[in-house]
């Protein structure tokens, strides 16, 4: 997905990014259409987002 975040406002930023992603796909969901495909794709974005928090956090305390 690209070179590594090593800043933290870049981290910040990407953070920020990847959560306007999330709402955009929850915002184009229709609740009486959502299946479960569509439930796995959130729970994806979550823990990426999950994933690089805890990277960022580990690159801090190094």
Do not use: Y
Not at 29 to 45: N, W
């Amino acid at each position: 997905m690209g070179s590594p975040v090593q800043d933290k406002n870049m981290q910040v930023t990407f953070l920020k990014q990847r959560l306007n992603m999330f709402i955009d796909v929850l915002d184009a969901i229709d609740p009486e259409d959502a299946d479960l495909e569509d439930i796995d794709r959130l729970i994806s974005i979550l823990d990426d987002m999950e994933s690089k928090c805890r990277e960022f956090n580990h690159r801090e305390s190094e």
